[in-house]
Nanobody, 126 residues
Framework: QVQLVESGGGLVQPGGSLRLSCAASGSIFRINAMGWFRQAPGKERKFVAA????????YYADSVKGRFTISRDNAKNTVYLQMNTLKPEDTALYYC?????WGIGTVTSDGGYAYWGQGTQVTVSS
């Protein structure tokens, strides 16, 4: 099994920044791509960003392109989400996910991931 633990969420003013972290443990060899999803109250969970095993390929939702950056440090088994120029509509519970698979159709859909963290809350408000 793979365990994922997110951290770094919190309350930030509009225009501010946060960096989320997700540490993986357990059967790390099972992990290929990693991703971030978010779920706002009363809404379905949506794709935010994904990164390949090497970190060389990334995908982003249109709503966060140019503002968010996903990266990973394989030596630390950790994936990050740097979030800049935050907006109130970015408020959500952010989930880290991991999969043994690859492919844009797979890693941009929550159905493509087998392992999930518990989520970390991000609130953007003045």
């Amino acid at each position: 099994q793979v365990q994922l633990v997110e951290s770094g969420g919190g309350l930030v003013q509009p225009g501010g920044s946060l960096r989320l972290s997700c540490a993986a443990s357990g059967s790390i060899f099972r992990i290929n791509a990693m991703g971030w999803f978010r779920q706002a109250p009363g809404k379905e969970r949506k794709f935010v960003a994904a990164i390949s095993s090497s970190g060389g390929t990334t995908y982003y939702a249109d709503s966060v392109k140019g503002r968010f950056t996903i990266s990973r440090d394989n030596a630390k088994n950790t994936v990050y989400l740097q979030m800049n120029t935050l907006k109130p509509e970015d408020t959500a519970l952010y989930y880290c996910a991991a999969t043994s698979r690859w492919g844009i159709g797979t890693v941009t859909s929550d159905g493509g991931y087998a392992y999930w963290g518990q989520g970390t809350q991000v609130t953007v408000s003045s």
